[in-house]
């Protein structure tokens, strides 16, 4: 009775539809328990991410008082609701700044900076990161050497990377002595745009040849050799092996280093300074509107590039593919009923036993 008993329990339980259902885990207790473990650190994010974005929000509906009352001549201190005024003066806003895209609005310059500085960087790291992790991934004398070289920048703090650039391109530094020739690199000057690219992909290049390395370090080495069996080129394996096998990887670690560049800040506040406009970010732009107490604005232009990492991040979900969460290899559950009325029924079972009736086809 008892043995009787023990197998009547590890059996999946059998429905009244005469279907048997396994327990999943919340059915089990296993999710409450999942609940509990998660629960301090989904706690730290809400506190740490979730309040302030929502204060921000709320904050880029309102303005501090400024101007005088009316009536009373007497400036009230506080803030007023304001609605979107904040997000349509970013296009009616009269104060222009001419920078690498001509004399426009601010903010609008600021945008295009930050848009422009992500899209060469990202293009030059991926470039870079590929060919670093491809050296990386050969096996010769001192590898382990030439990979502590390479990711040196990146373990260099961006404002330590900002301040020895700095000496770099200043007008008696070492870049105008290799060139031989005075250019004013950390002036308001089309060239400070190219040192900040420069830089941010000396440092942060390593960051994608790291990511790449392990896609590649994933790769069969049978895969290669059939390759150089068939006659296949070095550029032909990179193309049709390397580049498709080592996608998923790649375009993760390109998200990542768009994400970042988007909201870049110090290393152009520390290596060109405040007020150089042909570098000024949107990050830069809302901090300085910021401390200038300008708290509704600033929150405006906060939010509006906070939209566009989420806008930015959604393509590369939809468009590209990127697996953020590791993911994409689970099996897809699809549930079809077939003529029985059950799940799966006819369809299921011609499913299940393909296989083995094309091996049965091809011993014959």
């Given at each position: 009775?008892?043995t009787a008993?023990?197998?009547?329990?590890?059996?999946?339980?059998?429905?009244?539809?005469?279907?048997?259902?396994k327990?999943?885990?919340l059915?089990?207790?296993?999710?409450?328990?999942?609940?509990?473990?998660?629960?301090p650190?989904?706690?730290?994010?809400?506190?740490?991410?979730?309040?302030?974005?929502?204060?921000?929000?709320?904050?880029?509906?309102f303005?501090?008082?400024?101007?005088p009352d009316?009536?009373?001549?007497?400036?009230?201190?506080?803030?007023?609701?304001?609605?979107?005024?904040?997000?349509?003066?970013?296009?009616?806003?009269?104060?222009?700044?001419?920078?690498?895209?001509?004399?426009?609005?601010?903010?609008?310059?600021?945008?295009?900076?930050?848009?422009?500085?992500?899209?060469?960087?990202?293009?030059?790291?991926?470039?870079?990161?590929?060919?670093?992790?491809?050296?990386?991934?050969?096996?010769?004398?001192?590898?382990?050497?030439?990979?502590?070289?390479?990711?040196?920048?990146?373990?260099?703090?961006?404002?330590?990377?900002?301040?020895?650039w700095?000496?770099?391109f200043?007008?008696?530094?070492?870049?105008?002595?290799?060139?031989?020739?005075?250019?004013?690199?950390?002036?308001?000057?089309?060239?400070?745009?190219w040192?900040?690219?420069?830089?941010?992909?000396w440092?942060?290049?390593?960051?994608?040849?790291?990511?790449?390395?392990?896609?590649?370090?994933?790769?069969?080495?049978?895969?290669y050799?059939?390759?150089?069996?068939?006659?296949?080129?070095?550029?032909?394996?990179?193309?049709?092996?390397?580049?498709?096998?080592?996608?998923?990887?790649?375009?993760?670690?390109?998200?990542?280093?768009?994400?970042?560049?988007?909201?870049?800040f110090?290393?152009?506040?520390?290596?060109?300074?405040?007020?150089?406009?042909?570098?000024?970010?949107?990050?830069?732009?809302?901090?300085?509107?910021?401390?200038?107490?300008?708290?509704?604005?600033?929150?405006?232009?906060?939010?509006?590039?906070?939209?566009?990492?989420?806008?930015?991040?959604?393509?590369?979900?939809?468009?590209?593919?990127a697996d953020?969460?590791?993911?994409?290899?689970?099996?897809?559950?699809?549930?079809r009923?077939?003529?029985?009325?059950?799940?799966?029924?006819?369809?299921?079972?011609?499913?299940?036993?393909?296989?083995?009736?094309?091996?049965?086809?091809?011993?014959?």
């Amino acid at each position: 009775m008892a043995t009787a008993t023990a197998e009547s329990q590890s059996l999946p339980a059998v429905q009244q539809d005469g279907h048997k259902h396994k327990k999943s885990a919340l059915s089990d207790g296993q999710g409450r328990l999942a609940w509990i473990l998660l629960a301090p650190t989904l706690l730290v994010i809400i506190v740490v991410a979730g309040i302030p974005v929502l204060l921000s929000i709320r904050e880029s509906f309102f303005q501090s008082n400024s101007a005088p009352d009316p009536t009373t001549g007497i400036i009230t201190p506080g803030e007023r609701f304001t609605g979107l005024q904040n997000f349509t003066s970013i296009f009616t806003n009269p104060d222009t700044v001419v920078g690498n895209f001509g004399t426009i609005g601010r903010f609008s310059n600021a945008f295009l900076n930050t848009t422009a500085i992500t899209i060469v960087c990202v293009i030059l790291e991926t470039v870079l990161g590929v060919a670093m992790a491809l050296i990386m991934a050969k096996a010769f004398k001192g590898r382990g050497i030439v990979r502590a070289g390479i990711l040196v920048p990146w373990a260099i703090p961006t404002i330590v990377s900002a301040l020895m650039w700095k000496l770099i391109f200043n007008e008696s530094g070492v870049m105008n002595r290799i060139i031989g020739t005075q250019i004013l690199w950390l002036a308001d000057s089309p060239a400070s745009f190219w040192a900040v690219v420069i830089a941010d992909v000396w440092k942060t290049a390593p960051f994608i040849g790291l990511l790449t390395l392990a896609g590649l370090q994933t790769i069969p080495a049978e895969v290669y050799e059939a390759a150089k069996v068939d006659g296949a080129t070095a550029w032909q394996q990179f193309v049709r092996i390397t580049l498709p096998m080592v996608k998923p990887t790649l375009v993760v670690a390109v998200l990542f280093r768009t994400l970042d560049t988007l909201r870049m800040f110090d290393l152009p506040w520390g290596m060109i300074g405040q007020g150089k406009y042909r570098v000024e970010t949107v990050s830069i732009f809302a901090y300085q509107e910021a401390t200038a107490q300008r708290y509704g604005p600033a929150a405006a232009y906060a939010i509006v590039l906070f939209i566009y990492v989420l806008l930015v991040a959604f393509l590369f979900v939809k468009v590209l593919g990127a697996d953020v969460i590791g993911d994409s290899g689970l099996p897809k559950k699809k549930k079809r009923r077939g003529r029985g009325g059950g799940v799966g029924g006819e369809d299921t079972v011609k499913a299940q036993a393909a296989p083995g009736l094309e091996m049965m086809g091809g011993a014959h």
